[in-house]
């Protein structure tokens, strides 16, 4: 038997002018691009719960040609993001009416699961752990499921974890190696549309099963930067300080998402040095803390936003650069939150910065509030959901002023002139720390 | 400095930050691709080569230096200039 897995994750912008824009001011794209050249975890996970005897291709898609003809597989298993979801279900449309069997799961179709039934033979909604494996028995058997719901907990126990099919990698040019040691995030922000959607609480993988998965990532490439694909790496600072310490004799550079908790664990911070990190993602969302009430239900990010400067310059001062990530549109924000950010951006001495527009994913917390209050632009929109373009009316300021303010704001930032500037600040920082 | 010496350094420089023998890398090899340099790890070692050679890159072609002969040549002439 011969499965396809295929990946569908290229970068979108639907709003013309913004399109334009990333062409211009080619950092505007950068992280989508760095995104959607990462090779699928998710997939590759599918690959290595499924048994030997099976024959997996797996495939990467950023743009599909309705024209060309499609692969033959006995099944085919796709996943792709919001934005490209109508893309897959298209290319799933094709195969089924070839009479190939199609298998969608992924985030959106977890969040979204009857709509996606009507584009597959069978959905797998959470994790492919739990779940997957019983599919294959079931499909071998003749009687596939039209839905599989995988583990929300306990995904990552010795029963049901497989390691991460990494040697199809083999003989790729990928700029960056993608490994998972936890999903999930406890902050649970309302807008946040990843893999804590996908679990009923944080999962941690052991120090020993992350360590392993590099290793095993580590023979199929030469130049291993490696990006951590979790929500929020360093919620246990024991768990973090023990796996940067096993992965210091590795030698790799390494990027992740995390909090700005970080910055007051001198000991966590040292050790992500020594360790090869070379970048942390963290979600500041906004520079006031006023504007952060209600972002996560505990009000995490509100009590942390005094700490922001601070904290990105003691992450910084240790040569880890700082990708501050803000969304605009937020309910408290008002037309004159572009100029603000824009003067928060030089004071904080980030090397890099990630705009993005307020998204109400579907299935979302932040979705559900924004569709009983009536303010989406429209019912169904998911090819926008881009982080780029406005699907609803903001509270403090007009859709018009959103989208001209963000592409202001955009020109501001990522021009060339500019990341010199920062290029230079962060080359700076790192020179006291050497 | 001369110009082996400053090589020796820069040799050494690059070892320590890609973990690699960089004895056998030639002037004109591209930094990148030989000793897998992300864009972060070629900021840092600018950072290293102006700390410790005491020079200025310009900061409108910071992105430009991908060989050892380019950052050689920069050196030289920083040198020149002083």
């Known amino acids: ?434 | 400095m001369n110009r082996r010496k400053a090589e020796d350094g820069l040799r050494a420089l690059l070892g320590d930050l890609s973990g690699k023998d960089t004895s056998r890398l030639r002037l004109d090899d591209d930094l990148v691709r030989e000793l897998g340099l992300d864009s972060l790890a070629g900021l840092r070692l600018l950072a290293g080569v102006e700390k410790r050679f005491d020079v200025c890159f310009p900061d409108e072609r910071l992105g430009e230096f991908r060989t050892l002969k380019q950052l050689l040549d920069v050196m030289a002439a920083t040198e020149e200039k002083s």
């Open chain 1, 1 to 434: 038997m011969r499965i396809g897995l295929i990946a569908m994750s290229g970068v979108r912008v639907r709003t013309p002018e913004l399109a334009e824009l990333g062409v211009t001011l080619p950092q505007f794209v950068n992280r989508g691009k760095v995104i959607a050249s990462l090779p699928s975890l998710g997939l590759l996970t599918v690959a290595g719960l499924t048994p030997d005897d099976i024959d997996i291709a797996y495939r990467e898609v950023a743009d599909v040609d309705p024209k060309a003809d499609l692969e033959v597989f006995d099944l085919v298993g796709i996943s792709s993001y919001s934005a490209q979801i109508d893309e897959a279900y298209a290319l799933a449309d094709r195969y089924r009416a070839a009479g190939v069997p199609v298998v969608l799961g992924g985030l959106h179709v977890s969040l979204m699961p009857d709509e996606a039934a009507s584009h597959a033979d069978s959905v797998v909604l959470y994790g492919a752990e739990g779940a997957w494996p019983r599919l294959l028995q079931d499909f071998r058997g003749g009687r596939l499921q039209p839905r599989y719901e995988g583990l929300r907990a306990g995904v990552f126990e010795d029963a049901h974890y497989s390691r991460p099919r990494f040697d199809l990698l083999r003989g790729r040019p990928y700029n960056r190696i993608t490994v998972q040691t936890s999903r999930g995030c406890p902050l649970n922000c309302g807008f946040c549309a990843a893999s804590l959607r996908i679990t009923s609480s944080f999962q941690q993988k052991s120090v020993e099963k992350a360590v392993s998965e590099i290793r095993a990532a580590l023979d199929v490439t030469d130049h291993p930067f490696f990006e951590l694909a979790d929500d929020n790496t360093f919620i246990n600072k024991r768990w973090g300080k023990e796996f940067l310490r096993a992965i210091i004799p590795l030698g790799i550079n390494w990027f992740t998402e995390t909090d700005i908790s970080v910055a007051e664990d001198e000991e966590l911070l040292d050790l992500l040095a020594e360790s090869g990190c070379r970048q942390v993602l963290i979600g500041l969302e906004s520079p006031d803390g006023a504007d952060l009430a209600g972002v996560d239900p505990g009000d995490w990010k509100r009590r942390h936003s005094d700490r922001y400067l601070e904290g990105i310059r003691r992450i910084q001062s240790r040569g880890v650069s700082v990708n501050g990530c803000f969304i605009l549109g937020l309910d408290g924000h008002t037309k004159e939150i572009f100029t603000h950010l824009k003067e928060f951006i030089d004071r904080t001495g980030l090397l890099e910065v990630q705009i993005t527009v307020l998204t109400p994913f579907p299935g979302t917390p932040l979705y559900e509030r924004m569709r009983r209050e009536g303010v989406l632009l429209q019912e169904r929109y998911w090819d926008r959901c881009t982080l780029f373009d406005v699907n609803y009316k903001p509270k403090g300021m007009t859709v018009e002023e959103l989208e001209q303010g963000t592409r202001w704001l955009f020109s501001e930032i990522y021009n060339e002139r500019e990341y010199t500037r920062r290029k230079r600040c962060y080359m700076e920082i790192v020179k006291k720390r050497l």
